[in-house]
């Protein structure tokens, strides 16, 4: 398998602008999780899904952020309007089901909203 | 709630140099405890793990033993390397539906 798969791995928008995050988990995971990265506030989970259903988005910061997941296969994470202190590494990252299982990660998106 | 604490760094050795971070986690019942490592400019992977108390999760060098009596589980190496250099993450995951949950990350610089 490929791994994880996010895209675009860099992204530049202007403030106010739409920006749609992707990503691909592996084939065959249950769990799919957003993480967000900043030197500020390390890593924050803010949604995870469980067979396409959001099970807990209480780490999304506001309404301006949304997620999907319309199958197995694919996620979103959108971010409108966009603001700079939007700017960070958004991480996806899928599992399969059991307290055991670890996570395994993407490479990454990096946004920067200017 | 389930929370896990990590010396917060930056941690600087001197190669070959003996590497400990600690890592104290809150949980109810047993949970899975894990070690990432994340390389510059890329995402986290797994390093090693345990999944019930006195197990010793190994890899590359890397020893983490799960100390229920303690609620630790401390990442250690004997030798470490210039290579070693990444932020290392402490994590927990308990129960099926939960999420992983992670430490702040530790950052490990090793000088020649």
């Known amino acids: 398998d490929a791994g994880v798969i996010q895209s675009p791995r860099h992204e530049v928008t202007e403030m106010g602008q739409e920006v749609t995050l992707r990503c691909k988990p592996i084939?065959?995971?249950?769990?799919l999780f957003w993480y967000r990265q900043t030197m500020m506030r390390g890593l924050e989970l803010l949604i995870y899904?469980?067979?396409?259903?959001?099970?807990?988005d209480s780490g999304m910061p506001e309404d301006r952020f949304s997620a999907k997941m319309p199958n197995a296969s694919f996620s979103t994470l959108k971010i409108q309007p966009s603001e700079p202190r939007d700017s960070a590494v958004y991480f996806c990252?899928?599992?399969?089901?059991?307290?055991?299982?670890?996570?395994?990660f993407g490479q990454g998106t990096r946004l920067t909203v200017v | 709630g389930n929370s896990v604490t990590q010396m917060e760094g930056p941690v600087t050795l001197s190669e070959e140099a003996f590497l400990t971070i600690n890592c104290t986690y809150t949980a109810t019942g047993y949970p899975s405890l894990f070690w990432y490592v994340q390389y510059p400019g890329e995402g986290l992977q797994l390093l090693l793990k345990?999944?019930?108390?006195?197990d010793k999760g190994s890899n590359k060098g890397f020893e983490a033993t799960y100390r229920k009596e303690t609620t630790s589980f401390h990442l250690e190496k004997g030798s470490v390397q210039v290579s070693d250099s990444a932020v290392y993450f402490c994590a927990l995951r308990r129960g099926s539906y939960d999420k992983v949950i992670f430490g702040p990350g530790t950052s490990l610089s090793v000088i020649p």
């Open positions: 345990a999944t019930k108390a006195d």
């Open positions: 899904f469980n067979n396409n259903v959001p099970i807990d």
């Open positions: 990252a899928s599992s399969l089901d059991g307290e055991t299982a670890e996570a395994f």
């Open positions: 084939s065959g995971h249950d769990y």
